[in-house]
Structure formats: structure tokens, C-alpha cells
């Protein structure tokens, strides 16, 4: 089996990480976009794995193995490709019917999102005990948890982290 070219390589690269850029926006069609991109990368791929093209990938039982391609990447493919047709068809109906009912076709946040980052701004809070909108730390909410644990030993009457068991 040969190894595939270097620029192969690459351009499948490229096309996957475009692609997951463009799926990261807002719109919808950047999102299809990038969906699609990332699909002809895998597939670039496919083709770079499958070997040396011009190649038989059944001859029979008495032909020497090493002058067949491998048929998998082929198939894999050709599956990948309706997946993708499937999936930007799917997608397009979406963003049509978004521009239909709301004049564009971006995706805006919803209820659920935005009490989802208020909660995690709160657990920020929570967890480092300054509140990064007005940086005033919150005394009650921050503690040392090797004192608390310290001070707990003392009270059982065992030695505490820093002193030694003797």
C-alpha cells in the first residue's frame, strides 16, 4: 500500500478545520456551509486511505492481494456522501423556514441558554469567591478546605497536617 501525498493530507486538514470553524457561527447557512466542508474533508480522507487509484478491488481468489485496492474506503465514501446530501437537505429546510418566520436565519439564544449562563456565572462566584462583573470577593462562600479539615482532626483529638503522628 502506498502512502498517500502530503498535500492530500493537507487539504483534507484545511477542509475539516474551515468546516468546524463555519459550524461554530450563528447563522444557519455558515453552519451548512461548514457541515458540508467537513464532509468533503472526511471524504478527502477516505479517498487519501484508500490507496493508489486505477486499481481493481476484486479480481478473484488466485490474483496476488497486492494489486487490489481496498473497496471499504470506497464504500465509506459513497455513504458519507448521501449522509452529507441527507444532512444539507435537512438543513437547508431548516434555515428556510427560519428566514420565512423571522426574516433571517440566525440562531438566537433562547430562555434555557441564558438561564444556563446565568448559572454558570453564579457557580464562578461560587467557586473562586469574586464576582467577575464587580470584582468584590464574597467571604462567605470562600474557605480554605485543608483549615476546615485541620481544624476537624484538632477537635477529634488526632494530629493535625502539620504536625507529625507521633
Do not use: C
Amino acid at each position: 500500500m502506498s502512502t498517500p501525498s502530503l498535500v492530500v493530507v493537507i487539504l483534507a486538514g484545511v477542509l475539516v478545520a474551515v468546516g468546524a470553524y463555519l459550524v461554530m457561527e450563528r447563522t444557519l447557512t455558515r453552519i451548512l456551509i461548514g457541515l458540508a466542508l467537513m464532509g468533503h474533508g472526511v471524504n478527502v480522507l477516505f479517498l487519501a486511505a484508500s490507496g493508489r487509484s486505477a486499481r481493481p478491488a476484486l479480481l478473484g481468489e488466485d490474483v496476488d492481494p497486492t494489486i487490489m485496492a481496498d473497496p471499504l474506503p470506497q464504500a465509506m465514501m459513497l455513504t458519507a456522501i448521501v449522509i452529507g446530501l441527507g444532512t444539507t437537505a435537512f438543513g437547508m429546510a431548516l434555515a428556510y423556514r427560519s428566514w420565512r418566520l423571522s426574516g433571517h436565519d440566525e440562531v438566537v439564544d433562547d430562555v434555557e441558554d441564558r438561564r444556563l449562563a446565568r448559572r454558570l456565572a453564579k457557580d464562578r462566584v461560587d467557586d473562586y469567591g469574586v464576582d467577575e462583573v464587580t470584582g468584590e470577593e464574597d467571604p462567605h462562600r470562600f474557605y480554605d478546605a485543608e483549615a476546615v479539615e485541620d481544624s476537624a482532626k484538632e477537635s477529634e483529638g488526632g494530629p493535625s497536617r502539620g504536625e507529625d503522628a507521633r
